[in-house]
């Protein structure tokens, strides 16, 4: 009679490519892949990057009234999203906008998005942070966490009765995980053994809850056993890890029609998002870092100075490396992605509001007469009080 005791010392390791300074640990496992792509990669994450400050600031200006940044977190988006095809499917959370720019999303249509103008392909109807895109496969973000679990287990299902020959890649964070419909995403994924890759990003903290308060037991990747699913837990800031382990849940997916999870270990090194409640600087000291990789049964993450930049140190070291990149090139670029984001502010920030009519559309096919008389009781009084609302910053 043996009870399974979660204190025995089995956890599940965490995979690597690269080292610190970039070196490839094992041969066999880099990806080889081409000078372009590595350079794509590297040179979109500082894209990324600097629109991220850029949009920060912005916030901080009161031009957008909403931002959360991906600081410390941008080896998941690129390193996955490099690993699937255009035709696989996306349901993300609110800190996986780097994946949509990997799939082609530009800088406009980010900076309409925040600035709710017409050119927002929302309408200007979601707060900042809330993308999405139907020709790109990314299904808009909602706030509510893990609402996108069981619905991207669904769209695998029906992916799989439709023989498509693709897969969903859902994204959450480990706090995510604590919810009811993590289990049921979970459960129906493995039971209807739909083709669905769960990525689990592993940032240390739940807002202000760290992971030693949020679980025990072997991190999320070792809730894997339970529901029946494969499992890998990654080293989140190594970019060709990511994308090692992505490419292969993806091909167990699709060829063996069920879930995977992968839980990537990394460290949010900005704050939750803009709100003042949510400043890193409330519940963590300023000089925690994260060297990346788990310590002890319940997969505490290891913190020390310095290493909070990690994915682009290392991945520009790689290239640095084989002589792809080098100091002068980066602050090209730099400057670059400085000039790309700013000029899109400005024409995101200068462009009309969506018409007001905009609030009123799209929910029915014929809009019902209910909502024709709502719309002309708003008019009616927007007309009434002119003075009271600037209809010259919206759209006819």
Same mark, same amino acid.
């Given at each position: 009679?043996?009870?399974?005791?979660?204190?025995?010392?089995?956890?599940?390791?965490?995979? !690597?490519?690269?080292?610190?300074?970039?070196?490839?640990?094992?041969?066999?496992?880099?990806?080889?892949?081409?000078?372009?792509?590595?350079?794509?990669?590297?040179?979109?994450?500082?894209?990324?990057?600097?629109?991220?400050?850029?949009?920060?600031?912005?916030?901080?200006?009161?031009?957008?009234?909403? $931002?959360?940044?991906?600081?410390?977190?941008?080896?998941?988006?690129?390193?996955?999203?490099?690993?699937?095809?255009?035709?696989?499917?996306?349901?993300?959370?609110?800190?996986?906008?780097?994946?949509?720019?990997? !799939?082609?999303?530009?800088?406009?249509? $980010?900076?309409?998005? /925040?600035?709710?103008?017409?050119?927002?392909?929302?309408?200007?109807?979601?707060?900042?942070?809330?993308?999405?895109?139907?020709?790109?496969?990314?299904?808009?973000?909602?706030?509510?966490?893990?609402?996108?679990?069981?619905?991207?287990?669904?769209?695998?299902?029906?992916?799989?009765?439709?023989?498509?020959?693709?897969?969903?890649? /859902?994204?959450?964070?480990?706090?995510?995980?604590?919810?009811?419909?993590?289990?049921?995403?979970?459960?129906?994924?493995?039971?209807?053994?739909?083709?669905?890759?769960? /990525?689990?990003?592993?940032?240390?903290?739940?807002?202000?809850?760290?992971?030693?308060?949020?679980?025990?037991?072997?991190?999320?990747?070792?809730?894997?056993?339970?529901?029946?699913?494969?499992?890998?837990?990654?080293?989140?800031?190594?970019?060709?890890?990511?994308?090692?382990?992505?490419?292969?849940?993806?091909?167990?997916?699709?060829?063996?029609?069920?879930?995977?999870?992968?839980?990537?270990?990394?460290?949010?090194?900005?704050?939750?998002?803009?709100?003042?409640?949510?400043?890193?600087?409330?519940?963590?000291?300023?000089?925690?870092?994260?060297?990346?990789?788990?310590?002890?049964?319940? /997969?505490?993450?290891?913190?020390?100075?310095?290493?909070?930049?990690?994915?682009?140190?290392?991945?520009?070291? $790689?290239?640095?490396?084989?002589?792809?990149?080098?100091?002068?090139?980066?602050?090209?670029?730099?400057?670059?992605?400085?000039?790309?984001?700013?000029?899109?502010?400005?024409?995101?920030?200068?462009?009309?509001?969506?018409?007001?009519?905009?609030?009123?559309?799209?929910?029915?096919?014929?809009?019902?007469? !209910?909502?024709?008389?709502?719309?002309?009781?708003?008019?009616?009084?927007?007309?009434?009080?002119?003075?009271?609302?600037?209809?010259?910053? $919206?759209?006819?």
């Amino acid at each position: 009679m043996d009870f399974v005791n979660p204190d025995d010392g089995q956890i599940i390791p965490v995979y !690597r490519v690269m080292d610190l300074d970039g070196n490839v640990l094992n041969e066999s496992h880099d990806p080889k892949l081409k000078k372009e792509t590595v350079q794509d990669m590297y040179k979109k994450m500082i894209l990324f990057n600097t629109m991220e400050r850029i949009l920060y600031e912005a916030q901080r200006q009161g031009r957008i009234s909403f $931002y959360m940044t991906n600081y410390g977190e941008e080896g998941t988006h690129f390193g996955s999203a490099a690993a699937l095809l255009p035709e696989d499917v996306i349901f993300a959370r609110y800190r996986e906008a780097g994946v949509l720019m990997s !799939r082609g999303s530009t800088i406009d249509e $980010y900076m309409s998005q /925040c600035f709710s103008n017409r050119n927002d392909n929302r309408k200007g109807r979601q707060m900042p942070v809330h993308f999405g895109s139907k020709d790109l496969n990314f299904v808009t973000i909602s706030s509510p966490l893990a609402t996108q679990m069981p619905q991207a287990t669904g769209y695998a299902y029906a992916m799989k009765r439709a023989g498509t020959g693709n897969c969903v890649i /859902c994204y959450f964070g480990e706090g995510t995980a604590s919810e009811g419909d993590a289990h049921a995403a979970f459960n129906f994924a493995a039971t209807l053994e739909a083709p669905v890759v769960f /990525c689990c990003r592993n940032n240390g903290y739940a807002i202000s809850t760290p992971t030693d308060e949020q679980y025990r037991g072997d991190g999320i990747a070792g809730r894997s056993r339970g529901y029946g699913m494969m499992a890998i837990r990654v080293d989140g800031n190594d970019v060709f890890a990511v994308y090692n382990v992505t490419k292969a849940a993806r091909d167990i997916a699709v060829n063996q029609q069920r879930p995977v999870l992968i839980e990537a270990m990394t460290y949010r090194t900005g704050d939750h998002s803009t709100m003042a409640s949510d400043d890193k600087a409330m519940h963590r000291s300023s000089k925690e870092g994260f060297l990346g990789h788990n310590k002890g049964q319940n /997969c505490t993450l290891t913190r020390q100075n310095s290493n909070v930049t990690r994915f682009s140190f290392t991945t520009r070291r $790689y290239m640095e490396n084989k002589n792809w990149w080098n100091s002068e090139v980066e602050e090209e670029w730099k400057q670059d992605s400085l000039h790309q984001v700013t000029q899109a502010l400005s024409r995101a920030d200068k462009a009309l509001k969506p018409p007001v009519k905009d609030m009123f559309t799209d929910v029915y096919d014929k809009l019902p007469s !209910r909502l024709k008389k709502q719309h002309q009781e708003c008019m009616n009084h927007v007309a009434k009080y002119p003075h009271e609302y600037t209809t010259e910053l $919206y759209e006819n």
